[in-house]
């Protein structure tokens, strides 16, 4: 018979993450940008107290256990305390995008049943449109202190956010219960159908924050200064709120202000040491450094991701700015992280341009998650980084099933991404796109990240987007959308010269549409359907 471990069994819950930070980095700052338009300033400890506090407040509303509470708010410290307050008392945290159309934010509360909404005040107008809209919907709290609440509401329960906690004494003790507890729900974008809930545990969440902090993933500490520019609804920040109370580290929470100047006025003031966020964001801050001619004092390093980053802009942050890019792939069913660009012991002695190569890849898994890639009869293809197939993922931190939906999405165990991928040899896994947004052209792949990313090196072009076009002999051809930077004269012409040897010929862009703006989705991601939607009567010169 086997010897059973002889170790205590703590259940890994969220709010044993938040009671560290309060204990041992109780006087650490969270810095925040509020909507009533100043910055506000707390520490671990008094997050936690408040916490409690709203935890007492949830069950005073009549919560009980399994419930579901939305929030519609940006990055700060009163959201902070909703995903420990919510999840730490056996409810479950369900972050809505305020970006998405008005009826899926209404479909989205509706197929979680939301019981209470927790609403930053310039979010208020949208929900007070869609309440007669939400059935299980009973209070509205309203995310400030009762002088900045509206004196006038359609919506019948409105609640004030500093009321409920001051109501409360504290005298709250975090419950114990089982790891594999639900503790928030995020939905996936739902660019095509609708969307759909991946509910994540207490378990896999802390096991997710541990992984997300260690040296080869986002490699952050107790030292460090953290601004999650990516929302609290995007995937959990990515996790950073998690393993920003694991590593005790002061956190700053930029609220909807995500422009270029306003940002670099927080890394600056606060002195913020890292950042995360997809590349759409680093666009507007990097065009703002650069035209005032700024320099980053404390910024040291990054972790973009979303979608794929260019390797231009890994290059202008790191030469020009000195700020280290960790390129990470992830996705709302995986917590979100997968996979990070680190480099091995043995890549040291590589020439630094072999080293760059590897690094724009999407990287190695962290512990906790597996990969591997098939083909279109699901056989495992070998990892010698040409052969691409659709990308297969396994792991502590992905789902296993979507909310309410029977059918099981996986496949042989393993999560199908919908992303296609080489791996190679090392490891390492680079994306060659979403598998409905490669470019098929006469039977073989064109990879669109690949030719957005030579685009990106143009020094005219601000944003670029690959996308397939109809051609009556290749069935598809790529056609490049191109948005020139601010006061910058390019030619088609010049655009594809710039592809020479960049690129094997037969993939070259049949055309190129200048426009002045590329749609993104609501996770600021290029929004690709749109843009096919757009150009679907595009006519190629090439045919
Ligand atoms: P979401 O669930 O909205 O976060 O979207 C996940 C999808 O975003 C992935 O399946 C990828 O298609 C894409 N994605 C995320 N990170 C990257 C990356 N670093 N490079 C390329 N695509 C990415």
Known sequence: MSLMGQMMHMPLLISSLLTHAARHNGDVEIVSKRVEGDMHRTTWSEVELRSRKLAQALARLGLKAGERVGTLAWNGYRHLEIYYGVSGSELICHTVNPRLFPQQVAWIINDAEDKVLFVDLNI??????????????????????????????????????????????????????????????????????????AVYSNRSTVLHAYAAALPDAMSVSTVDTVL????????????????????????????????GASLYDLFEKEKVTFSAGVPTIWLGLINHVKQNNLKFSTFKRTVVGGAACPPAMIRTLEDEFGVQVIHAWGMTEMSPLGTLGRLKSKHADLPVEAQHRLLEK???????????????????????????????????????SYFKVDKSPLHDGWFPTGDVATIDADGYMQVTDRSKDVIKSGGEWISSIDLENVAMGHPAVHEAAAIAAFHPKWDERPLLVVVKKPGAEVTREEILAFYDGKIPKWQLPDDVVFTDEIPHTATGKIYKLKLREQFKDHNLPTV
Not at 148 to 159: D, K
Not at 238 to 243: D, N, T
């Open 124 to 197: 208020l107008p949208l929900i007070e449109k869609l309440i007669p809209s939400l059935p299980t919907v009973k209070a509205v709290v309203v995310m400030v202190a009762r002088s900045h609440m509206p004196a006038e509401t359609a919506i019948p329960n409105l609640l004030c956010y500093e009321e409920l906690i001051e109501a409360e004494d504290g005298h709250y003790t975090w419950p114990q219960f089982d790891e594999n507890t639900a503790a928030s729900i995020c939905y996936t974008s739902g660019t095509t159908g609708n969307p759909k809930g």
């Open 228 to 259: 999650p520019v990516v929302p609290m609804f995007h995937v959990n920040a990515w996790g950073l709120p998690y393993s920003g109370a694991l590593i005790g580290c002061k956190l700053v929470l930029p609220g909807h202000h995500l422009d």
């Open 362 to 400: 999407q990287g190695k898994v962290i512990y906790g998650v597996d990969m591997r890639i098939v083909d279109a009869e699901g056989q495992v293809l070998p990892w010698d980084g040409k052969t691409s197939g659709d990308l297969e993922v396994r792991g502590h931190w992905v789902i296993s």
